[in-house]
């Protein structure tokens, strides 16, 4: 059980286009979803907490208008980068908070990768 | 805010030896630490967990220790294997507001597990 998904896996795409990701939960509801980017050989670095019907709650430093994410259902949530630069190319997780626990579980990962 | 320190950031053993990892916090309101494995190119997986009112906790070859007091806790794996070999990052958590636990994780851990 616990399971989440990520979609795509990996993404190439030009310069100045939107890429959407999606992080699903299979197996259980998610009310609280966070979006973490990654650079190679680094810790995970948290961009913003999702709640299902609210708007998400960025940390500092990270534009919201940037990466636009929408928490529209209790097992999808959706990070958008929109206008990608190259500066943008990293790996990106999500995870899912299972409720009743304390515990996040982590999707796979999606590798952007802005040329 | 929290900060989470982790050593060391290399550790190299012989297969069927044991591994240790440290991690700091400085956050006495954290109450949750989780230890994620991380495998090159894929989202973190939860190894073990403990939280701030047990000191100690085993799940067959790994273990992991908390002492409050000092606000450390480590990761030990005992019998080491190859396909131990990955990434480990421990994680402190606390109660952020209405919004579950606020992870903040350690800087990560390279182990290799040498045949």
């Known amino acids: 059980g616990a399971v989440v998904s990520q979609h795509p896996s990996r993404v190439i795409c030009k310069s100045g286009t939107s890429v959407k990701i999606e992080c699903r939960s299979l197996?259980?509801?998610?009310?609280?979803m966070f979006w973490y980017r990654q650079f190679p050989k680094q810790s995970l670095m948290l961009m913003a907490t999702s709640n299902e019907g609210s708007k998400a709650t960025y940390e500092q430093g990270v534009e919201k208008d940037k990466f636009l994410i929408n928490h529209a259902s209790l097992t999808l949530s959706t990070l958008t980068v929109t206008s990608a630069h190259p500066e943008d190319s990293s790996f990106y997780i999500c995870?899912?908070?299972?409720?009743?626990?304390?515990?996040?579980?982590f999707g796979p990962g999606t590798r952007l990768t802005v040329l | 805010g929290e900060n989470v320190e982790q050593h060391p950031s290399t550790l190299s053993v012989q297969e069927g030896d044991s591994a240790v990892i440290k991690c700091t916090y400085s956050?006495?309101?954290?109450?949750?630490f989780p230890w994620y494995k991380q495998e090159l190119g894929k989202g973190p997986q939860l190894i073990i967990d403990i939280r701030s009112n047990v000191g100690e906790k085993k799940d067959q070859r790994i273990a992991v220790t908390l002492n409050k007091t000092a606000k450390h806790f480590s990761l030990h794996i005992t019998e080491t294997q190859p396909e131990d070999s990955a990434v480990y990052f421990c994680?402190?958590?606390?109660?952020?507001?209405?919004?579950?636990?606020?992870?903040?994780f350690g800087p990560g851990t390279r182990l290799s597990v040498l045949p």
């Open positions: 956050d006495s309101a954290s109450n949750y």
């Open positions: 995870s899912a908070f299972l409720g009743g626990t304390d515990t996040q579980y």
């Open positions: 197996d259980f509801q998610a009310t609280t």
């Open positions: 994680a402190a958590a606390a109660y952020r507001d209405n919004y579950g636990q606020n992870f903040v």
